[in-house]
């Protein structure tokens, strides 16, 4: 089954309280979010704390989000890098009405490209959702390499990929190609890979002016760069903050200024520092005090 991943998508974060998710700050956030523009909601990302959750507490986030979504797609990221447990948990997401599922290359164990290859070939035959390659090199230890993604392209429940790689010739080649949509997922990117011709992005910044982004993108799709180089130079500032500090807690940080969230995490993740916070909440004042564009 095909499904069309363009578009702005937020990896929300997790909310807690006391230690256990907070399902009612969860589907307020969802809530807000939806009316936004947005293509769709990522759930159980880097930005959500994924790994740190047990598979009664993902499937809580994830049942809060999806009926929170009110029919918007939701993506669920695949934790883990023992297989056998990896089987276990996409039976368990099979009782979810999902538009994917997003999978990096299991970490620590360094495989060889064909081993990579193996690996995501194996989950996509199982999969019952179209699978996202979720290339993060500098959390999983490994590259995949060029040839091994358009390998993978060609698998027909292979259908997008999240860029986290940093190679804007290897961006290019997948968009080129056109067997995977390419989705921006470093922040900084989201401009240069929507020009290059990708489809969208997954971006935690999203969590601030999502509006922005969304209308960015229109702006690009229209050929329009001047307007959307304006808008997405206005979010740069934010953006370089937010990520100053290990995600997600400069995100959850200003987050909780506004009232949203408690400035929760699961151990050893810790909260952002107070002066970047501070750092934040000018900036994100001065972004809604500027007047970008005649709408």
Same mark, same amino acid.
């Given at each position: 089954?095909?499904?069309? #991943?363009?578009?702005?998508?937020?990896?929300?974060?997790?909310?807690?309280?006391?230690?256990?998710?907070? =399902?009612?700050?969860?589907?307020?956030?969802?809530?807000?979010?939806?009316?936004?523009?947005?293509?769709?909601?990522?759930?159980?990302?880097?930005? *959500?704390?994924?790994?740190?959750?047990?598979?009664?507490?993902?499937?809580?986030?994830?049942?809060?989000?999806?009926?929170?979504?009110?029919?918007?797609?939701?993506?669920?990221?695949?934790?883990?890098?023992? #297989?056998?447990?990896?089987?276990? /948990?996409?039976?368990?997401?099979? /009782?979810?009405?999902?538009?994917?599922?997003?999978? =990096?290359?299991?970490?620590?164990?360094?495989?060889?490209?064909? *081993?990579?290859?193996?690996?995501?070939?194996?989950?996509?035959?199982?999969?019952?959702?179209?699978?996202?390659?979720?290339? @993060?090199?500098?959390?999983?230890?490994?590259?995949?390499?060029?040839?091994?993604?358009?390998?993978?392209?060609?698998?027909?429940? @292979?259908?997008? @990929?999240?860029?986290?790689?940093?190679?804007?010739?290897?961006?290019?080649?997948?968009?080129?190609?056109?067997?995977?949509?390419?989705?921006?997922?470093?922040?900084?990117?989201?401009?240069?890979?929507?020009?290059?011709?990708?489809?969208?992005?997954?971006?935690?910044?999203?969590?601030?002016?999502?509006?922005?982004?969304?209308?960015?993108?229109?702006?690009?799709?229209?050929?329009?760069?001047?307007?959307?180089?304006?808008?997405? =130079?206005?979010?740069?500032?934010?953006?370089?903050?937010?990520?100053?500090?290990?995600?997600?807690?400069?995100?959850?940080?200003?987050?909780?200024?506004?009232?949203?969230?408690?400035?929760? #995490?699961? #151990?050893?993740?810790?909260?952002?520092?107070?002066?970047?916070?501070?750092?934040?909440?000018?900036?994100?004042?001065?972004?809604?005090?500027?007047?970008?564009?005649?709408?």
């Amino acid at each position: 089954m095909m499904f069309d #991943f363009s578009g702005i998508w937020l990896p929300l974060i997790t909310p807690f309280s006391q230690q256990v998710v907070d =399902s009612d700050a969860l589907q307020k956030l969802v809530t807000e979010y939806r009316s936004t523009g947005i293509a769709g909601f990522v759930s159980l990302s880097t930005t *959500g704390e994924a790994n740190l959750l047990s598979s009664e507490e993902q499937d809580l986030v994830l049942k809060t989000t999806i009926e929170a979504a009110d029919g918007l797609p939701v993506i669920a990221g695949l934790t883990g890098s023992n #297989f056998t447990e990896i089987q276990q /948990r996409l039976e368990q997401l099979s /009782r979810f009405n999902l538009a994917g599922i997003l999978v =990096s290359s299991p970490a620590y164990i360094r495989p060889s490209q064909q *081993g990579l290859i193996e690996y995501f070939l194996k989950i996509a035959e199982l999969s019952p959702f179209p699978v996202i390659i979720y290339e @993060i090199p500098y959390r999983t230890g490994v590259h995949l390499e060029l040839s091994s993604l358009l390998t993978l392209a060609r698998h027909p429940n @292979i259908q997008a @990929i999240k860029d986290c790689a940093g190679s804007p010739e290897i961006t290019q080649v997948l968009i080129a190609d056109g067997n995977l949509q390419v989705l921006a997922g470093e922040d900084f990117n989201i401009f240069q890979t929507l020009c290059m011709g990708g489809s969208g992005a997954i971006g935690a910044a999203v969590h601030f002016y999502p509006e922005r982004y969304v209308q960015m993108e229109r702006y690009i799709r229209a050929g329009q760069l001047e307007q959307a180089q304006r808008i997405f =130079s206005s979010l740069t500032p934010l953006i370089k903050c937010l990520f100053a500090e290990p995600n997600p807690a400069p995100v959850k940080g200003l987050l909780t200024s506004h009232g949203k969230i408690k400035n929760e #995490f699961m #151990f050893p993740l810790q909260p952002a520092s107070t002066a970047l916070i501070q750092t934040l909440g000018d900036l994100y004042f001065q972004i809604g005090n500027k007047r970008l564009i005649d709408s």
